[in-house]
């Protein structure tokens, strides 16, 4: 089991289950036309509290010449 498994598991106990979620992605070099070089997130739980889950971060600079959001 990953620690990310285990995150979500912990959690869920802790705090509820996830009741709201956003994302955003923007163009930020413009270096392509149509392509998000970066990408953030958070959701919130049933108790109120939020978190983003470490669910931010920019490809810029790293040699990828594509990224996939699975």
């Known amino acids: 089991m990953t620690w990310q498994a285990i995150r979500w598991i912990f ?3 802790l705090f509820g289950p996830v009741t709201e979620v956003k994302g955003w ?3 930020q070099e413009n ?3 149509a392509a998000e070089d970066f990408v953030a997130g ?3 739980f049933a ?3 939020y978190d983003d889950g ?3 971060g920019n490809v810029t600079g790293t ?3 594509s990224c996939s959001v699975i």
């Open 31 to 33: 270096r392509y036309a």
């Open 11 to 13: 959690f869920d106990y």
């Open 42 to 44: 958070t959701y919130k």
């Open 25 to 27: 992605a923007s163009n």
């Open 63 to 65: 040699g990828a010449s």
């Open 47 to 49: 108790s109120g509290v």
């Open 54 to 56: 470490g669910t931010r």
